[in-house]
């Protein structure tokens, strides 16, 4: 894929998800810009694993529903945690993981659409998190110093970017060596069709035709220095996946998983 179909790519997700911070469409409670999704962000985050205490803990319009899991129920934060979300949204992982780490620890967000910046810090200023910043910027160019984050998180996100080596390079960069990669992604399980593969629209910004085979992110985490890779797929996800894209059939070719990573 050329730099430039890379930028009309990057430029399709900004746009999407700029509707979605302004709330001029609604996420449908997925990650997909489908009609069949529906419910409350609420409920959407339920079905991927978020308890009742979790989601009444953050502030209002914090969660959009978005997502394909709960990186925050495996990431086994400590006080005092730096934590790194990528693609933080407005904020709602932020501001579970800022719970976990204390005042002692500390969380930044990064996600290059500057409506949800300007929405993760209106939420933060709303529930009083002092303990969180959100950072306009690309995943695949952090504006993150080395060596600085002991655990990054993300939800769903790293398959929106159309230069994974790039994205798990500078995760790598930022982390301090022992830090942890802990994300919740989707992953190919089967060849994607040509007409869903090639989608850089509506398909690629709803978290379908961009995901990888758990081949390929293995390789990708391993030449980027990556040890003690596991990537688990959540089949039970296939519940959810199934109502993104009505009638394409995607949960025949997506699943959620769980993906880990150290920095030795």
């Known amino acids: 894929m050329n ?11 900004r746009s999407r998800y700029k509707q979605i911070a302004l709330q001029e469409v609604n996420s449908r409670s997925c990650c997909s810009d489908s009609s069949g999704c529906g419910g409350t962000p609420n409920e959407a985050s339920a079905k991927l694993g978020y308890s009742d205490e979790e989601l ?6 914090a969660n959009l529903g978005l997502g394909c899991g709960n990186p925050l129920a495996i990431a086994e934060l400590n006080p005092g945690d730096v934590v790194l979300d990528l693609g933080c949204g ?12 204390g005042e002692t620890g500390r969380v930044i967000g990064v996600d290059m659409t500057p409506e949800m910046i300007s ?23 952090l504006p993150v110093a080395d060596d ?4 990054i998180i993300s939800n769903c996100v790293i ?45 690629y910004s709803g978290c379908v035709s961009g995901a990888a085979s758990i081949r390929e992110l293995e390789s990708l985490l391993q030449q980027s220095g990556f040890t003690q890779i596991t990537i688990e797929p959540k089949d039970e996800s ?17 699943v959620s998983a769980i993906i880990k990573a150290m920095k030795p």
């Open 3 to 13: 730099h430039v179909n890379n930028d009309q790519i990057r430029q399709n997700v």
């Open 56 to 61: 009444s803990a953050v502030p209002e319009g």
């Open 90 to 101: 407005a904020g709602f992982d932020c501001f579970l993981a800022a719970r976990q780490v």
């Open 119 to 141: 929405k993760a810090r209106n939420n933060a200023a709303k529930g009083g998190f002092t303990n969180t910043e959100f950072r306009l910027g690309e995943i695949e160019y």
């Open 148 to 151: 600085s984050v002991d655990v």
């Open 159 to 203: 398959n929106l970017s159309p230069d994974k080596p790039q994205v798990f390079k500078e995760a790598y960069r930022v982390l301090k060596p022992g830090g942890r990669l802990v994300i919740s992604d989707v992953v190919a399980t089967a060849e994607l069709p040509a007409e869903i593969k090639n989608n850089m629209d509506d398909l």
């Open 238 to 254: 296939r519940e959810f996946i199934k109502d993104w894209v009505p009638g394409a059939n995607v949960a025949d070719y997506i």
